[in-house]
């Protein structure tokens, strides 16, 4: 499969497939890269139908690990927007892949965007109730985040204006036919998030049975696959 290296505004990123008008852009999770397994069988199943796909790596991840600081929603919002502004100028129809927190991202820069369609793998579509959810396992209150303004902790590390950042950019907008693979034992994301957010927005919700939060192993990979087949052939446009 062709494999085009190129950097956008400095961004690292990759143009998957044959010359096509249309384009997927794919936003990877958080400890993953361009490169991730999920998106590789993406590339491969969206170039047999037609689509070029275009992976980058968020701040801190992938060719750029090397960059200082945490990889703050705000930058990734505007580096989403950069994104966006390319494809639209070379693409016919721009359409959505988004694993995880790049779901999230997602849901934020391109709310007013002309998306043709949207697939989400594991989207985190609730980050304040996360956010949330680690405070309690280690035992913080938002009151003790706001006068420390940062926590290390074993999971993720809690920033203070992060946590205002998204209780402040609630996602009240999504307009794009969204089809949604989780794992049945996913923990960062209850699936009554999954299903609140599917309802809301007229979303198609799909479980995996015994899957988790991070599709990585072979059966969870090959479950991913045959409904990108399904979901990719069924909707298209």
């Known amino acids: 499969m062709r494999a085009e290296k190129l950097r956008i505004s400095g961004i690292p990123a990759i143009l998957w497939g044959e010359p096509s008008d249309q384009w ?6 958080s400890r993953s890269s361009k490169i991730d397994d999920c998106i590789w069988i993406l590339a491969e ?7 070029q796909v275009l992976s980058f790596d968020l701040p801190c991840h992938g060719e750029r690990v090397y960059e200082q600081g945490p990889c703050m929603a705000w930058t990734c919002v505007e580096e989403l ?8 100028g070379r693409a016919g129809e721009i359409s959505l892949f988004g694993c995880s927190m790049g ?10 965007k002309p998306v043709r369609r949207t697939w989400f793998l594991s989207p985190v579509v609730d980050m304040e ?4 959810g680690i405070m309690q396992m280690v035992g913080a209150a938002p009151e003790e985040l706001r006068e420390k303004k940062v ?12 946590y205002c950042y998204v209780k402040d950019h609630p996602i009240q907008v999504w307009n794009s036919p969204t089809s949604i693979l989780r794992g049945e034992g996913d923990t960062l994301v209850p699936y009554e998030s999954a299903a609140a957010f599917s309802e809301r927005f007229g979303c198609v919700l799909e479980e995996q049975r015994g899957g988790e939060h991070w599709f990585h192993t072979e059966e969870q990979l ?11 052939e069924e909707k298209r446009p």
């Open 151 to 162: 926590i290390e902790n074993p999971y993720e590390t809690l920033y203070w204006d992060y």
């Open 45 to 51: 199943e969206a170039a047999a139908r037609g689509y």
């Open 103 to 112: 779901a999230y991202f997602s849901l934020l820069a391109f709310r007013d």
């Open 24 to 29: 997927i852009i794919a936003v990877h999770g």
């Open 222 to 232: 090959a479950y991913y696959r045959r409904w990108l087949r399904k979901e990719m």
């Open 129 to 132: 109730r996360v956010i949330d």
């Open 81 to 88: 927007g950069t994104i966006w502004e390319y494809a639209a």
